[in-house]
């Protein structure tokens, strides 16, 4: 079985910085893309970023210049580096990749809470 584990969330003032942190654990053989993803209060899960296994990355369009994604191969680690927070960014984020152990699946984190308020 594969475990993601996130951490680093918070309270955090509009303006201010935190950084998302999730690692991969289990009888891993592989992993693809790995991820983030938010869900607030009355919304559908969205994604916020993802890295591929060779580094290339996407962003959503409302974090795109304020969130950095990068991944530690060697780790299995993904990590979310997020500025300029925004009241609307308060969510629960939730990691997510792909992973190879005998089969290729797909796996989710339990998530972590990010509230950006004064």
């Known amino acids: 079985q594969v475990q993601l584990v996130e951490s680093g969330g918070g309270l955090v003032q509009p303006g201010g910085s935190l950084r998302l942190s999730c690692a991969a654990s289990?009888?891993?053989?592989?992993?693809?893309?790995m991820g983030w993803y938010r869900q607030a209060p009355g919304k559908q899960r969205e994604l916020v970023a993802v890295?591929?296994?060779?580094?290339?990355?996407n962003y959503a369009d409302s974090v795109r210049g304020r969130f950095t994604i990068s991944r530690d191969n060697a780790k299995n680690t993904v990590n979310l580096q997020m500025n300029s927070l925004k009241p609307e960014d308060t969510a629960v984020y939730y990691c997510?990749?792909?992973?190879?152990?005998?089969?290729?699946?797909?796996?989710w984190g339990r998530g972590t809470q990010v509230t950006v308020s004064s």
């Open positions: 890295i591929t296994g060779g580094g290339s990355k």
């Open positions: 289990g009888r891993i053989s592989s992993i693809d893309a």
């Open positions: 997510n990749a792909i992973v190879t152990v005998v089969t290729r699946g797909e796996y």
